[in-house]
């Protein structure tokens, strides 16, 4: 079990997350924030790439950076601007990292093309890869931080620069590798988590403002949420979630903290309703 | 009696679980990488470094180095490792798959203190050809080759103490660029006065010079390899 203790982090005078306390048991973790919520901080502590300021890491009681190799043993990682080499086949790529991960070379061939064959990528794993698109960058990066088998699988905005074909497909990938390991992944696009993540992390002003599955989350707004083809109609104070065009008029999807239900039609919040409504200040 | 044997027992199993001591942790690490991942992807390092080494060792020839062989041989002989550790340094750091290889068991920065013990061999075999090229005759060879061989391994010593304590790169350049600036500048402004110095080092201190020096770029090369920690970019 991975714990967080009361951890902070600060960057000089700035503070990019307080007092975050959390747990990961086996399961999949979405954490859903906008830009510069503090993500990719937490992420980097959990790597061991840097250290709390205050508060503590513990992975089944020992403090992370004590655990060392040991730990680093245990994780696989995503990195968000994850670098490859262009002039480098996946099957060569996946076989260093195998090496720096301690594997030996039998095992690593095994395994390399076992994973290679779980991203879909065997018939041009000995390609180099500075043809390959976004996708199947990507998806090397997945089957990377998988050569280890890690208990923590930690995913860094994976689904940056898929396009819904893949982002389909990666979604069903994480349900296949999710199983008995703790999937950490950060993202800012609800669809990717909706359907994945049995737990949501939120951050709001560099602190921790839910952890939660889906549902209990979509709870906190509900009755709350609300659908009309005239919103002017609505004279209380709201806040427009989305519209869309359905035959020739705007349906307008809003919040409100009034009840409005004898206005508009009272509808059932999203994941997605949640982050507009949650981070309503910083959207603009 | 039973107690004993528990204490016994313990300080055994403490005995057994020890970390691996520095000879078995380097031996295992070069058999799971291998000379290829080792020194994997450094093709365009290689190809600067011969570059810049043919133009040293044609700078070598052709400079009036018999006047001056003691400052010449001191002040070239760490030439190729600094310059080995530098592009290979600067390459690692600047390839964005840098943070992904410190959360691998097998750091960036503990891969790089087993490429520096390879270096360092390397960089040997270079200063005896420097102390060769620069000296004439075998007893002037004999004599010039310690101050080589301790320059060699005092750059070698805080090169990696840069590396170990920088997150900049440009420290790590700034060092070779420093080693240069004085053993270029000392020559050019004391002239004969610097060579005598050199020349004139007491033989007992000649000979402790490199064995020092080795000492302690081994101390950094076993801290880098074995210290926890070390494996953050902040
Ligand atoms: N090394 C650093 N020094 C100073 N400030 C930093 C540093 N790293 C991150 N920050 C700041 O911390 C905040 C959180 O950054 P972080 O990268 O964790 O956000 P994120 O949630 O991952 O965002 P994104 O969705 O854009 O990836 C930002 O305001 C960023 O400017
Ligand atoms: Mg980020």
């Known amino acids: 079990m991975l714990l967080l203790d009361n951890v902070t982090k600060k960057f000089g005078k700035f503070t990019a997350l307080e007092d975050i306390s959390l747990e990961f048991s086996n399961g999949v973790y979405g954490m859903l924030a906008p830009n510069g919520a503090g993500k990719t901080t937490l992420i980097k502590m959990l790597t061991t790439l840097i250290f709390p300021t205050s508060g503590e890491i513990l992975w089944n009681g020992d403090e992370i950076t004590k655990l060392d190799a040991d730990y680093r043993d245990i994780i696989g990682y995503l990195p968000q601007d994850f670098g490859y080499y262009k002039n480098h086949s996946p099957r060569d790529f996946m076989l260093y990292i195998a090496a720096l991960k301690g594997i030996d070379q039998a095992t690593a061939k095994i395994k390399t093309d076992q994973l290679l064959e779980t991203v879909g990528l065997s018939d041009v794993k000995n390609k180099k890869m500075r043809k390959f698109s976004g996708g199947m960058v990507q998806r090397v990066g997945i089957a990377q931080a998988m050569l280890n088998n890690p208990q923590i ?67 906190t707004i509900a009755d709350k949420v609300f659908e009309t083809n005239n919103i002017t109609a609505i004279k209380t104070p709201y806040l427009v979630l989305t519209e869309r065009q359905d035959g020739g008029e705007t349906l307008t999807r809003f919040a409100s903290e009034v009840d409005c239900s004898s206005l508009a039609s009272p509808a059932n919040p999203s994941l997605e309703d949640v982050f507009l409504y949650i981070y309503r200040d910083e959207t603009l | 009696m039973v107690d004993k044997d528990k204490s016994i027992e313990f300080i055994l199993s403490q ?110 075999g270079f200063a005896v050809l420097v102390a060769a090229i620069s000296t004439d005759g075998a007893a002037q060879f004999f004599r010039v080759l310690p101050l080589c061989l301790g320059g060699l ?82």
């Open chain 2, 15 to 124: 005995g057994f679980t020890r970390p691996p001591s520095f000879y078995v942790k380097v031996a295992k690490m070069h058999g799971i990488l291998g000379w290829r991942f080792i020194f994997w992807d450094f093709s365009y390092s290689f190809i600067f470094l011969l570059v810049t080494l043919a133009g040293v060792v044609f700078l070598l020839r052709h400079a009036p180095v018999y006047e001056f062989p003691y400052s010449v041989a001191a002040g070239f002989s760490p030439i190729l490792f600094l310059l080995i550790t530098l592009f290979t340094e600067i390459n690692e750091r600047t390839c964005n798959l840098y943070q992904l290889k410190q959360t691998c068991r097998y750091t960036s920065r503990q891969v790089t203190a087993l490429r520096s013990m390879y270096y360092s061999v390397v960089g040997v």
């Open chain 2, 153 to 234: 391994f005092l750059c070698a010593a805080v090169e990696l103490l840069v590396i170990r304590l920088s997150r900049s790169k440009f420290a790590i350049a700034a060092t070779s660029a420093a080693w240069l600036a004085v053993n270029l500048s000392m020559p050019m402004t004391l002239g004969v006065r610097w060579e005598a110095l050199l020349s004139g080092t007491p033989l007992l201190l000649a000979v402790a010079f490199p064995v020092a020096a080795a000492a302690a770029f081994i101390y950094q090369t076993n801290k880098m390899l074995m210290e926890e920690n070390s494996h953050a970019i902040a």
């Open chain 1, 153 to 219: 699988l930690i995913l860094d905005e994976p689904t940056a620069g898929l396009d819904p074909k893949e982002r389909v497909r990666f979604r069903n990938l994480i349900s296949t590798l999710s199983k008995d390991r703790i999937v950490i992944l950060s993202t800012h696009i609800v669809s990717d988590i909706e359907t994945i993540a049995n737990h949501v992390i939120m951050f709001k002003n560099h602190k921790l403002l839910a952890n939660d599955s889906p549902l209990n989350i979509c709870e």
